[in-house]
């Protein structure tokens, strides 16, 4: 019984006082950050400062990137965009209706990250439409990483004042 126990100890499904979900949310963003538009944004800062080869890559792997996401949209988009919303709906009402902290939690994790792969589609389809090269590109990427990361922060505040409202408002040590 003691396993039983220390194993849903360990998963607390009480998600904001868990440090499992604050770290899986600190790796969401800083990830997403990072590869945009799945390209890893080290590849941009060496395309700028070294050019040449380094740039001829960055262009090759945007592009491919960029073709992949518009083929995905333009052939599974709608079944993408009615699963998320369908989940992120059971999300949303388990979370705020019937007052789960758990589909709360999940809800304030996947919904701004839904967001961000509609901004990589939206890039996707601007870059397909005209393409960009050289330096241009990396000020494209450049820019849509600074959204990602402003996305990301205000995903970030709204989650943290949500988790402690929820934290105060839960009874301490059961009494209440």
């Given at each position: 019984?003691?396993?039983?126990?220390?194993?849903?100890?360990?998963?607390?499904?009480?998600?904001?006082?868990?440090?499992?979900?604050?770290?899986?949310?600190?790796?969401?963003?800083?990830?997403?950050?990072?590869?945009?538009?799945?390209?890893?944004?080290?590849?941009?800062?060496?395309?700028?400062?070294?050019?040449?080869?380094?740039?001829?890559?960055?262009?090759?792997?945007?592009?491919?990137?960029?073709?992949?996401?518009?083929?995905?949209?333009?052939?599974?988009?709608?079944?993408?965009?009615?699963?998320?919303?369908?989940?992120?709906?059971?999300?949303?009402?388990?979370?705020?209706?019937?007052?789960?902290?758990?589909?709360?939690?999940?809800?304030?994790?996947?919904?701004?990250?839904?967001?961000?792969?509609?901004?990589?589609?939206?890039?996707?389809?601007?870059?397909?439409?005209?393409?960009?090269?050289?330096?241009?590109?990396?000020?494209?990427?450049?820019?849509?990483r600074l959204w990602v990361?402003?996305?990301?922060?205000?995903?970030?505040?709204?989650?943290?004042?949500?988790?402690?409202?929820?934290?105060?408002?839960?009874?301490?040590?059961?009494?209440?």
């Amino acid at each position: 019984m003691d396993l039983y126990q220390n194993i849903f100890r360990l998963i607390d499904l009480r998600s904001f006082s868990n440090i499992w979900y604050w770290i899986v949310l600190a790796l969401m963003w800083s990830s997403l950050s990072h590869y945009v538009m799945g390209v890893p944004f080290d590849m941009v800062v060496r395309a700028r400062r070294r050019g040449g080869e380094a740039l001829a890559d960055l262009e090759t792997l945007v592009r491919v990137q960029a073709r992949r996401r518009v083929r995905i949209a333009a052939v599974a988009g709608p079944w993408i965009v009615g699963v998320t919303a369908a989940c992120l709906t059971v999300l949303a009402m388990l979370g705020f209706v019937y007052r789960i902290q758990l589909g709360q939690a999940l809800f304030l994790l996947l919904a701004p990250a839904a967001l961000v792969g509609l901004l990589g589609v939206l890039a996707a389809r601007r870059l397909e439409a005209a393409p960009l090269e050289g330096e241009a590109l990396c000020d494209f990427l450049s820019r849509q990483r600074l959204w990602v990361q402003l996305l990301g922060a205000i995903a970030i505040f709204v989650t943290a004042v949500w988790g402690v409202m929820q934290l105060l408002l839960v009874p301490v040590l059961g009494t209440g």
